[in-house]
């Protein structure tokens, strides 16, 4: 079946606080810093309603702005790359409500953040999309689309831009 997600930038009116996804470490992100974060500019949130005017919060994203050294990149990569702070957009939070899990919502999700990466590169520097995957459980999340792990740094994960434009905007999902 095909879910209908609607997209928005989290708000004071939704009901973060039922928002269940099973780790209690993104669940309290969502419950206490989501909002505060967003409006104060540190990281932006966006979550997904079943459907409009929805205050049910089936998933969410955070994203912010990070900067990586390059000798964290795997030496294939590393090599080609300028000796000072690479910059990339963080993938801060991403979860999915036990309720609305294995309904592709956490894929759709995904894409939304790396859609945003794409138009915020336009107008930004952005070498790589990074996310700190809390366990291996997210890791093999992750790794399905192509996320590749820092040199040691096995928790934290990356996708070039350059690969994330090859995949989305060839196939215009964006
Ligand atoms: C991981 C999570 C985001 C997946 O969301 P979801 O909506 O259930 O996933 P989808 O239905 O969109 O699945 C997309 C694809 O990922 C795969 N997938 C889903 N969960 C997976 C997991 N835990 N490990 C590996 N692959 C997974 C699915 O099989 C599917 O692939 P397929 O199309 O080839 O079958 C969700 O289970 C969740 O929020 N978990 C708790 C929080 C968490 O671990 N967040 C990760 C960031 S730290």
Redesign the pocket.
């Known amino acids: 079946m095909e879910f209908e997600w609607i997209f928005k930038p989290i708000d004071e009116d939704m009901d973060v606080c039922s928002f269940d ?3 209690e470490p ?1 669940n309290s992100y969502l419950h206490r810093h989501a909002f505060t974060n967003h409006t104060r500019g540190l990281c932006k949130t966006f979550v997904a309603l079943p459907y409009e005017d929805s205050r049910e919060v089936a ?1 969410f994203y955070s994203i912010c702005a990070g900067q990586v050294s390059f000798d964290n990149f795997p030496k294939r990569i590393g090599r080609g790359l300028p000796k000072y702070p690479i910059p990339v957009m963080r993938l801060a ?5 036990k309720n ?11 894409m939304s953040a790396l859609c945003q990466a794409i138009s915020v590169s336009n107008q930004l520097g952005i070498y790589a999309v990074i ?5 291996n ?2 890791q ?5 689309y192509e996320f590749t792990a820092f040199i040691d740094k096995p928790n934290c994960l990356f996708l070039q831009l350059k690969k994330i434009i090859a995949t989305l905007d060839a196939g215009t999902s964006c």
């Open positions: 996804c099973g780790k993104l998933g939070q991403l979860a999915v409500s609305h899990q294995k309904k592709g919502l956490g894929e759709e999700l995904l996310v700190d995957a809390l366990d459980e997210a093999q999340f992750y790794a399905k």
